[in-house]
């Protein structure tokens, strides 16, 4: 039921600050609805050469070659074993299509712009400017991400000089 | 000088006997034979008459013949070659031949004589045809009358003396004959009168000279006949019988030696009889003694035989038995493995319905991604979007519902899972169990099957050991029987010798020492053979019955062999 | 057709004719020997007044019949071409361009003065009398009669010679009137030599005559013998140009040969059951003469040279879809071909046909709509020789242009969009790049420089080249020049690739002065902006002293590759066929190592290096060993090399999917593809695995740069 609510919510709060969250490890993540394309499940991609680890391939989207970037090793997370639960988030950025694996896809969560803040000192592994702000929805906290920054062109164009 | 044997004596008389009978036929032969050969001279000299009266008469025709052929102009046929005529051919040929050589002188200066005038009257008869030719008819006649007539009377004339000759010869042959043949008959008479005398003489001395040393030897051999070799033919003489009687004597001589000899050797022949015997009777013991091992050896392999027997049907039952317990074993084994595989399907089942769960799971799972899709594209559609968004939302919750549901069937279904595949290994264990089981008895059947295999082996071999103690009995048997024969030979044989003795005391011989020893001897042993000779003839019986009874094992006590 | 249809195929035609008479004309400055070209000329400017006269054009009739009279004597060899010359011609087809233009568009793009004055110096040239009225006539403008063809039939009377008319006459007096262009002898009636009665004619004629006298003329030659004969005359103008009877072009050259009557059918016939070449054929068995055969086979060709000139423009977008789709239904096909393979039963025999049949034709299909795309830059390149030369007139330099790899094909497109940015490139060369003839001597180098220009496919890309051996860029000279202009700082620290990166950026150009022709407007910005259109890149490389190169890189924006879809471990990849030499199972023997060379292999003798693909791309795979695994020899420009691969899969078309659309450039790849079950494989760039496995190979890489710098 609490999901309901928070699909109610995104509703009656408009597009704007919904956000899909998602889990890596123990942290829930958030990315602006917007940038989501669609959410597929787990399929056989075209592993590419000369690549950093944490780009897993290619896959075919409707004719279209996409890569697919494993967001637990793009934050220096343990790899985790792809099964039929694994899922692909098709992402939008910078005109680029992008896969990204995650563990799983909880919910499409409405976060008024009050329950997120700034970013706090927070120690995780992962680098502190690819984190747009915290979200607080319960008694969840929701890292959310700046996705932009981290499929940005010269974050993958670092990966030419690997 | 011709030694005067019976033989020469017989050729005498027979020769003195002989030569008188040829004398006699000598004496006959000769006066036979002058008389035939006067006979003959008279029938030649008869012959020879009449020839010349032939050719007497032949002359006077070829006189009359000329004559008509001078006067009367008749033609002359006549020959007028003197040897052409018939007399001329025979006279000229005979003169020739041996014949008229042999010829008395008269009869042959006779026919000399016949020669000239003959050839003078075929001359003149010649001269009187050539007259006669020539026309000179008177010539011819006064020829035919000076010349021929007289030659013609000529020859006539010595025809006539011929025959007369001839005549004068037959005569004085006729006296001869008479006179020989009466002095033949004298001679004749006195010839036989002679052989009479003589044979009768003959006759008398070689009757009285032989007979008498005959006799004597008709009385030598009458007493060898009787058996007698002692006496001798008493006669010296130097003839035949005298050879007889010294070979007669040398003959009973030779004899009695001989039966001197039969005696001996006889003596000797009882002697090896009775030691083969005695022989005979120790092989006869030995064989005994065999046979009875023999039975005993064979009672032991009777013995050993069933406990072998007995041994092997153990074995087999033992067998049976491991056989028995292997196949429940076995069919423990297989309920076990039966109870694994049906374990095994509810395993299979069990991972069946987890995999329809993994479906359900999955669908679950996409159900949630689309509706997650379609909470987005909602987000993104805005106002227009709300709607959709509650519907995705239920969706969403659905199929999470399910999610969960599927996911605590899942946790049931692996427990159960679990369960069955603990229960497997339980099962599977105690299958694992069961299996050494039937191996330790199919091993312990194994080798029960062995002991069995070898006990059998065993009866078979103890078998063919009793077959050869069968026929080792078998030959001893054969072995006691040619014992019993060799016995009874020898007995025979003993027997036989003292027949012989017996025989050779029907002679009665010159004194001789080693005839008697002989019969000391002989005398000793003859009531033993016959103890042997009776042992031997009851046993053969009995062992050959027991050879034929193999396990018939009642074997002659020793009682039995006490008789011995 | 109407008339107005008339005068766009016209217009589409002149323009051709025109672009290629330039460039034959520049080409006549340097071969004036070559007849070839001569005649060439002079049947361009032939026809366009030809046909200019048809559409009633008569000004550019005219004046190209001055042009013609000109080349006429230079065919004859009665005038000498000079540079002289040259120029007159190529401002006269100069003016040609504009007459023509004014026809199109209907406004006057020329001027009299100008007509006049080129009629001027073509008439130096003439003997005067013909000049003058050459001149004369063609100032009057005024209508002359027109050529036509005329078929003629002649089927004359057997008797025709008893009434003493000789058939020889007939041809004579159709020579008076005009020019008889092709003539067949119907001997078909002629019965055997025994029964030919000398008396009788049995011949007929089927001639073309061409001239400029009307029909009525022609029927009067043979006033004399049509009561008896059958004469048929027939204007065939229409099918003729040139002289050339175009109806030849769709007949077969056996066609052609029976018509004129050297072989019969039957001959034909044998020939075409053997696959030798008809022609070859025909000579071989003593049929026809070989002089024969090669005239009409000159005619078939010409004739078709000449249609060929007869094209349809399409709209390229129309054709970038056409493209497209047929390159999604090849995949498609594909698709379905595999899944009925896996699916297929002995029931489905038909279908398996049908589909074989339908990837055939795709296939084909998607063939031909590709090449229907793509042209050589043969034409764009040969334009500049008029460039170089009247540039280098005009400043007094000796420049030679050199032309390589024009049979390179590129999309239509993208060859007519090169136009500009390489024609300001080639003048950027010989303006500033090239040394006046003084200080070329100064400097130890030949007076006449050289302007390359080459293309040349690499990499799944095509590379166009000007080069020219000048004096170089100096960097500083740029850096100085950027940091004035407030582009750079000064203290910026720029690698040589960057330095001359700034000379395409906006407001930079480093020319002293300012000629006539940098000073039209286009500075290398914008050729870099159009470079950037056709999502191509360009670069400097240059030397002072020796030389400057602008090296230009395209993608094969409609890239379809036929390729070797190769296995190593779980991946696929393609291997563009062009590059497969041959694929070989080595034996155990064949692999040596050699020391600091690494693995070669004995391919047939020759040891080439081995390079293992998984190694290189880092796949794991368990067919390490190469006498299990395969061995794909390929050729790249540098060497030859084999690949080991495990497996070879089979021949396949590949659509390129960029992979940089989504992410960026990946080393060794040149794209992706989808395959026929839907999954991604690589495309292997030849150039860039041979870079990846030979460290020592050098070559200059862009791509990625500038994101780097961003």
């Known amino acids: ?162 | 000088m011709l030694k005067m044997n019976i033989r020469n004596k017989l050729y005498l008389a027979f020769g003195a006997m002989i030569a008188l009978l040829v004398i006699t036929s000598v004496i006959i032969n000769v006066t036979s034979s002058r008389l035939s050969e006067a006979n003959k001279v008279v029938i030649e000299q008869a012959d020879f008459e009449s020839q010349m009266k032939t050719f007497q008469k032949q002359h006077a025709d070829w006189i009359n013949a000329l004559s008509n052929h001078i006067f009367v102009g008749a033609e002359f046929s006549k020959t007028l070659n003197p040897r052409e005529c018939g007399f001329g051919k025979w006279y000229y040929s005979y003169m020739e031949s041996e014949e008229f050589k042999n010829e008395e002188p008269e009869t042959a200066r006779l026919m000399k004589s016949l020669e000239e005038p003959h050839r003078h009257l075929h001359e003149g008869g010649a001269s009187v045809i050539e007259e006669m030719n020539a026309g000179h008819k008177a010539n011819a006649m006064k020829f035919y009358q000076a010349n021929t007539i007289p030659v013609i009377t000529k020859l006539d004339g010595i025809y006539s003396e011929l025959v007369d000759n001839a005549r004068d010869v037959i005569e004085k042959r006729k006296v001869e004959a008479a006179s020989s043949e009466s002095a033949q008959r004298a001679l004749v008479l006195l010839t036989t009168l002679f052989g009479i005398l003589l044979g009768t003489a003959i006759a008398f001395f070689l009757s009285r000279n032989i007979v008498a040393a005959v006799q004597q030897m008709v009385t030598a051999i009458k007493n060898v006949a009787k058996g007698d070799l002692s006496k001798k033919v008493d006669l010296n003489r130097s003839d035949e019988l005298g050879e007889m009687a010294h070979e007669l004597n040398n003959m009973i001589n030779d004899l009695s030696k001989l039966v001197g000899d039969v005696v001996v050797s006889s003596e000797s022949v009882a002697n090896a009889a009775d030691q083969i015997s005695a022989g005979n009777q120790e092989l006869s013991q030995r064989t005994q003694e065999q046979a009875s091992a023999l039975e005993e050896t064979a009672a032991t392999i009777e013995e050993m035989a069933s406990t072998i027997k007995q041994n092997a049907e153990n074995a087999r039952n033992a067998n049976m038995l491991a056989k028995d317990a292997s196949d429940l074993a076995q069919n423990g084994g297989r309920v076990v493995e039966e109870t694994v595989a049906s374990m095994g399907e509810v395993s299979d089942a069990s991972k069946k319905i987890a995999d329809i769960i993994d479906v359900v799971n999955e669908i679950a799972f996409q159900t949630n991604l689309l509706a997650l899709n379609a909470a987005v594209e909602a987000a993104r559609a805005g106002e227009q979007g709300k709607g959709f968004a509650v519907v995705a939302g239920e969706v969403r919750n659905l199929a999470q519902r399910s999610a969960e549901a599927a996911k605590e069937i899942q946790g049931l279904i692996k427990d159960s899972v679990g369960k069955v595949d603990k229960g497997n290994k339980l099962v599977e264990e105690s299958g694992k169990t069961l299996k050494s089981i039937i191996d330790s008895i199919h091993k312990v059947a194994e080798t029960v099957s062995e002991i069995s295999s070898a006990s059998q082996e065993q009866a078979t071999g103890i078998d063919q050991v009793n077959k050869a103690v069968t026929m080792m009995d078998d030959v001893v048997q054969q072995n006691a029987a040619l014992v019993e024969e060799s016995a009874s030979a020898s007995q025979s044989l003993a027997l036989e010798a003292e027949e012989l003795k017996k025989s050779m005391s029907f002679f009665n011989v010159t004194n001789d020492a080693s005839l008697k020893r002989e019969e000391r001897t002989s005398g000793e042993r003859k009531p033993r053979l016959t103890l042997i000779n009776k042992g031997l003839q009851r046993e053969p019986a009995k062992v050959r019955a027991k050879a034929a009874g193999a396990e018939d094992l009642d074997i002659e006590t020793e009682e039995d062999f006490e008789e011995f | 057709m109407d008339q107005e249809t008339l005068l766009e195929t016209f217009i589409t035609e002149a323009t051709e004719l025109i672009q290629e008479l330039e460039i034959d004309v520049v080409a006549l400055e340097d071969s004036s020997d070559d007849v070839e070209l001569i005649n060439r000329i002079f049947r361009a400017a032939h026809t366009i007044k030809g046909s200019g006269g048809l559409v009633g054009l008569t000004a550019i009739s005219d004046f190209t019949h001055s042009m013609e009279s000109v080349l006429d004597l230079v065919r004859q060899r009665e005038l000498a071409v000079t540079g002289e010359l040259v120029s007159v011609l190529l401002r006269a087809v100069d003016l040609l361009k504009a007459m023509i233009k004014s026809a199109a568009t209907g406004e006057s793009c020329f001027e009299q003065r100008e007509l006049e004055f080129v009629l001027e110096l073509l008439g130096q040239f003439l003997p005067e009398r013909e000049e003058r009225v050459d001149t004369e006539e063609m100032l009057s403008t005024k209508n002359r009669k027109e050529t036509s063809y005329f078929e003629i039939e002649m089927k004359l009377s057997e008797n025709l010679l008893e009434t003493g008319t000789d058939p020889l006459m007939l041809f004579r007096e159709l020579e008076d009137i005009g020019e008889i262009v092709d003539i067949v002898v119907d001997a078909r009636s002629l019965p055997d030599v025994y029964n030919v009665d000398a008396h009788k004619l049995y011949l007929n004629w089927r001639l073309v005559l061409r001239t400029s006298e009307p029909f009525s003329s022609i029927e009067n030659v043979f006033i004399f013998v049509q009561d008896d004969s059958e004469i048929s005359i027939t204007d065939v103008s229409c099918h003729y140009k040139d002289g050339v009877d175009l109806r030849v072009a769709d007949m077969r050259l056996g066609e052609i040969l029976a018509e004129k009557g050297l072989v019969v059918s039957c001959d034909i016939e044998e020939a075409l059951s053997s696959q030798t070449r008809i022609g070859e054929l025909l000579v071989q068995n003593g049929k026809v003469k070989e002089e024969d055969v090669k005239s009409a086979l000159d005619k078939q060709l010409k004739s078709r040279e000449v249609q060929k000139a007869t094209t349809i423009r399409v709209d390229t977008d129309k054709l970038d879809k056409l493209v497209n789709l047929v390159g999604e239904m090849v995949i498609a096909v594909a698709r379905t071909v595999q899944q009925n393979v896996y699916e297929s039963h002995e029931g489905k025999r038909t279908t398996q046909d049908a589909l074989d049949m339908l990837q055939r034709i795709s296939g084909d299909l998607q063939e031909q709509v590709m090449r229907v795309r793509m042209i050589p830059v043969e034409g764009l390149f040969s334009r500049f020789h008029r460039v170089v030369r009247d540039l280098a007139n005009a400043e007094g330099k000796h420049v030679r242009l050199l032309l390589s790899g024009t049979e390179t094909e590129l999309d239509k497109n993208v060859v007519e969009q090169l136009s500009d940015p390489l024609k300001h490139l080639i003048r950027n060369s010989v303006d500033h790049g090239v040394e006046s003839p003084g200080n070329r001597r100064k400097a130890g180098k030949p007076e006449e420089a050289v302007v390359k220009l080459s293309a040349y496919q690499q990499e799944g890309n095509i590379i166009i080249e000007v080069l020219d051996d000048g004096h170089g860029i100096d960097s500083n000279a740029i850096v100085d020049k950027a940091a004035e202009k407030g582009l750079i700082n000064q203290g910026d620290d720029l690698d040589e690739r960057e330095i001359y990166q700034l000379m395409f950026m906006p407001g930079f150009s480093t020319a002293k002065e300012v000629t006539e022709v940098s000073g039209r407007g286009v500075g290398l910005d914008v050729v870099k902006r159009n470079i950037d259109d056709l999502k191509g890149s360009i670069e400097v490389i240059s030397e002072i002293g020796k030389g400057t190169t602008f090296r230009i890189k395209l993608p094969l924006t409609l890239a379809i590759i036929d390729g070797m879809n190769v296995k190593v471990g779980d991946e696929a990849f393609i291997i563009p066929l062009m590059a497969i030499v041959e694929s070989i199972r080595p034996n155990r023997e064949a692999v040596k190592t050699v020391e600091g060379t690494g693995e070669v292999i004995d391919a047939r003798g020759e040891y080439l290096p081995l390079v293992r693909l998984y190694n290189v791309f880092d796949i794991e795979t368990d067919k390490t060993n190469p006498s299990e695994a395969l061995v794909v020899i390929v050729e790249s420009s540098q060497r030859r090399f084999g690949i080991l691969v495990d497996d070879v899969i089979g021949q396949q078309q590949a659509v390129i999917k960029s992979l940089e659309k989504n992410f960026r450039q990946v080393e060794g790849t040149a794209g992706a593809t989808i395959l026929g079950d839907g999954s991604v494989s690589l495309i292997i760039d030849i150039h860039g695995l041979e870079r990846m496995a030979f460290k020592s190979f050098k070559s200059i890489q862009v791509s990625g740069l500038e994101g780097e710098a961003a």
């Open chain 1, 1 to 162: 039921m609490d999901k309901l609510k928070g699909i109610n919510q995104a509703i009656s709060n408009g597009a704007g600050d919904q956000f899909v969250t998602f889990t890596l490890g123990e942290e829930e993540y958030g990315v602006e609805v917007l940038k989501v394309q669609e959410i597929i499940g787990y399929q056989r991609f075209t592993k590419v050469p000369s690549v950093p680890s944490f780009v897993k391939g290619v896959l075919n989207l409707r004719g279209s070659v996409v890569p697919v970037l494993d967001l637990r090793l793009k934050f220096n997370m343990a790899y985790r074993e792809y099964d039929n639960f694994t899922v692909i988030l098709i992402l939008e950025v910078e005109e680029r299509v992008i896969g990204v694996i995650v563990d799983a896809v909880s919910d499409v969560v409405n976060l008024d712009p009050d329950d997120i803040q700034q970013t706090p000192d927070f120690s995780s592994g992962i680098r502190v400017d690819f984190i747009k702000g915290m979200g607080r929805m319960d008694e969840k906290l929701i890292i959310i991400l700046d996705i932009d920054r981290i499929l940005s062109s010269s974050e993958l164009a670092l990966l030419d000089v690997a």
